[in-house]
T-cell receptor
């Protein structure tokens, strides 16, 4: 079993839909990251969080430390949101290392 | 503009050949990283450097080497000992190791 599991693996939505991507992890962590990988391969860091909730524009990230679970929400989705969304955790005591999930491929259609 | 650049975008390697992937950043970051991405797998850490003239092995360092002679540069050499080098290679940097990482555009390495 991977230390970081994401669901779903693939997601197709229509423009305007509310989207949720889930991340579960099995280790103690000091922080969790959400990343966005565009079709060309470039990666952008969206959020780093260790508790609670963060919001940036139409993106919201939440984390429940007790349940070892995080969600990334996209409100009013748009075709430009189409990308792979990656969850990564920083294990407690290993500040230098991130463990990555395999990603959720999102396609938003008109 | 501040950022991370990787070159080349595509790189071809012949059998028995060493190749070097470039990574440069002008963000004044102390920490730099090299990751490998394969289809259906999460990114895996090859090497990282917390500061100039220092670097540490990651999870899959065998067949790779790095140097950190300058703060802004962290080249990765894929040696002939790496038997399955075909992958997408991503470089990243951060102010310190526990902070948000900024990624370069990546280099796709293909074996001829």
């Amino acid at each position: 079993k991977n230390e970081v599991e994401q669901s779903p693996q693939n997601l197709t939505a229509q423009e305007g839909e509310f989207i949720t991507i889930n991340c579960s992890y099995s280790v103690g962590i000091s922080a969790l990251h959400w990343l966005q990988q565009h079709p060309g391969g470039g990666i952008v860091s969206l959020f780093m969080l260790s508790s609670g909730k963060k919001k940036h524009g139409r993106l919201i990230a939440t984390i429940n430390i007790q349940e070892k679970h995080s969600s990334l929400h996209i409100t009013a989705s748009h075709p430009r949101d189409s990308a792979v969304y990656i969850c990564a955790v920083r294990n407690t005591g290993t500040a230098s290392k991130l463990t990555f999930g395999t990603g959720t491929r999102l396609q938003v259609t008109l | 503009d501040g950022g991370i650049t990787q070159s080349p975008k595509y790189l071809f390697r012949k059998e028995g050949q060493n190749v070097t992937l470039s990574c440069e950043q002008n963000l004044n970051h102390d920490a730099m990283y090299w990751y490998r991405q394969d289809p259906g797998q999460g990114l895996r850490l090859i090497y990282y450097s917390q500061i100039v003239n220092d670097f540490q092995k990651g999870d899959i360092a065998e067949g790779y080497s790095v140097s950190r002679e300058k703060k802004e540069s962290f080249p990765l050499t894929v040696t002939s000992a790496q038997k399955n080098p075909t992958a997408f290679y991503l470089c990243a940097s951060s102010t310190q190791v526990a902070e948000t990482q900024y990624f370069g555009p990546g280099t796709r390495l293909l074996v001829l």
